[in-house]
C-alpha cells in the first residue's frame, strides 16, 4: 500500500480485498469489512466449494496497529473473520467494532474478544465514534432480514466524516428502500459489490456491475468504487461490466487492484477536467 501524508481535509482509502477498506481521515484510521486470513479457504479446502484465492493476502492484520474502529456488516466470515478480528484486538487495544445490533451475541461468540467494544446499529439511529458518524442502511442479502426485536441483520453503512460522506454497501442486492435511504445523505463515494447473484454457487448474491453502476447513479455518487470479486474463484465478476455501465450513465468510477489506494483529492481533478 502507498503511504499517504494527513494534510488537507482529503480522505485516503486502501481496498484490502474482498469488501475491506482502509480509510485514513488525518490521524484517524477506520477499517471497514477487513477479510486479512485464509479462515475461508482452510475451512472448505475439502469441500466441494472450495474457496480458492484469486488474489493474495494484502496484508497480516497484526501489523495494523494503528486502527481506531472496525466495521462488521454482517455474520458471514468474509465480513466477520475472527482470525483477523482476533489479530486487529491483539494489536488495537482500544479498537472498537461497529455492527448490526441484531448481531452481537453471535460475534461475541465467534470472536471469543471479551475485551473488544462492540458497538451495536440499527437503521434508525446514528452512532458517533471519534470523528467518524455512522448511519445504518437495510442490506437484502439475499433478502432484508430482522430479529425479534425489528433489528435489521444485514447492513450497509452510511459514514461521515468531516466534509465527506461515504457509502460502505456490506453484501446486498436492490431492494424497495436502499435508493430512498442512501438519498437521504449527499453520497461522495459509494463502495459497491459487483459479483452478482448467482444461484449454482450456493452462496448468497449481490448486486452485479450494471446494477452497482444504475445504484451509484440513482443515489447520486460522486465516485463509485467496485468490491466483492477477484478474492475466490469460485464467487467472483469481471470488473468490465461495471465500468461499462458506468460510463454509459455517465457514472464517475474506480476499480482498483487489491492494495490500491485512492485519494479525495481526484474528485476535484475530475471536476476540473469536466469544466475544462
Same mark, same amino acid.
Given at each position: 500500500?502507498?503511504?499517504?501524508?494527513?494534510?488537507?481535509?482529503?480522505?485516503?482509502?486502501?481496498?484490502?480485498?474482498?469488501?475491506?477498506?482502509?480509510?485514513?481521515?488525518?490521524?484517524?484510521?477506520?477499517?471497514?469489512?477487513?477479510?486479512?486470513?485464509?479462515?475461508?479457504?482452510?475451512?472448505?479446502?475439502?469441500?466441494?466449494?472450495?474457496?480458492?484465492?484469486?488474489?493474495?493476502?494484502?496484508?497480516?492484520?497484526?501489523? &495494523?496497529?494503528?486502527?481506531?474502529?472496525?466495521?462488521?456488516?454482517?455474520?458471514?466470515?468474509?465480513?466477520?473473520?475472527?482470525?483477523?478480528?482476533?489479530?486487529?484486538?491483539?494489536?488495537?487495544?482500544?479498537?472498537?467494532?461497529?455492527?448490526?445490533?441484531?448481531?452481537?451475541?453471535?460475534?461475541?461468540?465467534?470472536? $471469543?474478544?471479551?475485551?473488544?467494544?462492540?458497538?451495536?446499529?440499527?437503521?434508525?439511529?446514528?452512532?458517533?465514534? $471519534?470523528?467518524?458518524?455512522?448511519? $445504518?442502511?437495510?442490506?437484502?442479502?439475499?433478502?432484508?432480514?430482522?430479529?425479534?426485536?425489528?433489528?435489521?441483520?444485514?447492513?450497509?453503512?452510511?459514514?461521515?466524516?468531516?466534509?465527506?460522506?461515504?457509502?460502505?454497501?456490506?453484501?446486498?442486492?436492490?431492494?424497495?428502500?436502499?435508493?430512498?435511504?442512501?438519498?437521504?445523505?449527499?453520497?461522495?463515494?459509494?463502495? &459497491?459489490?459487483?459479483?452478482?447473484?448467482?444461484?449454482?454457487?450456493?452462496?448468497?448474491?449481490?448486486?452485479?456491475?450494471?446494477?452497482?453502476?444504475?445504484?451509484?447513479?440513482?443515489?447520486?455518487?460522486?465516485?463509485?468504487?467496485?468490491?466483492?470479486?477477484?478474492?475466490?474463484?469460485?464467487?467472483?465478476?469481471?470488473?468490465?461490466?461495471?465500468?461499462?455501465? /458506468?460510463?454509459?450513465?455517465?457514472?464517475? /468510477?474506480?476499480?482498483?487492484?487489491?492494495?490500491?489506494?485512492? /485519494?479525495?483529492?481526484?474528485?476535484?481533478?475530475?471536476?476540473?477536467?469536466?469544466?475544462?
Amino acid at each position: 500500500m502507498s503511504s499517504a501524508d494527513g494534510s488537507g481535509d482529503h480522505f485516503h482509502i486502501w481496498w484490502l480485498g474482498q469488501s475491506g477498506f482502509l480509510i485514513k481521515w488525518h490521524t484517524s484510521f477506520l477499517l471497514l469489512d477487513p477479510y486479512l486470513s485464509d479462515s475461508l479457504s482452510a475451512k472448505y479446502a475439502s469441500s466441494d466449494k472450495p474457496h480458492v484465492r484469486i488474489t493474495e493476502r494484502v496484508i497480516d492484520p497484526a501489523q &495494523l496497529d494503528f486502527i481506531n474502529i472496525a466495521t462488521s456488516s454482517h455474520n458471514h466470515t468474509d465480513h466477520l473473520d475472527a482470525e483477523t478480528l482476533q489479530a486487529l484486538a491483539r494489536s488495537n487495544p482500544g479498537l472498537k467494532l461497529i455492527l448490526p445490533a441484531a448481531n452481537i451475541e453471535f460475534a461475541q461468540q465467534r470472536l $471469543g474478544l471479551p475485551q473488544l467494544e462492540m458497538i451495536g446499529m440499527d437503521d434508525n439511529n446514528p452512532v458517533t465514534v $471519534g470523528q467518524f458518524t455512522f448511519h $445504518g442502511i437495510n442490506a437484502a442479502h439475499n433478502e432484508v432480514e430482522r430479529n425479534e426485536k425489528g433489528q435489521p441483520k444485514f447492513m450497509g453503512f452510511v459514514v461521515q466524516f468531516g466534509p465527506w460522506c461515504i457509502y460502505h454497501s456490506g453484501d446486498t442486492l436492490w431492494h424497495n428502500s436502499l435508493v430512498s435511504e442512501l438519498s437521504a445523505h449527499r453520497i461522495d463515494l459509494a463502495l &459497491l459489490p459487483i459479483n452478482g447473484n448467482e444461484p449454482a454457487r450456493r452462496v448468497a448474491g449481490n448486486l452485479n456491475g450494471s446494477e452497482a453502476a444504475a445504484l451509484a447513479k440513482a443515489v447520486g455518487a460522486q465516485v463509485a468504487i467496485a468490491h466483492h470479486f477477484d478474492m475466490f474463484e469460485f464467487n467472483t465478476a469481471d470488473p468490465g461490466e461495471f465500468i461499462t455501465s /458506468c460510463k454509459r450513465l455517465s457514472q464517475n /468510477c474506480r476499480v482498483l487492484q487489491s492494495g490500491e489506494g485512492w /485519494c479525495s483529492s481526484e474528485l476535484e481533478q475530475d471536476q476540473q477536467k469536466t469544466a475544462n
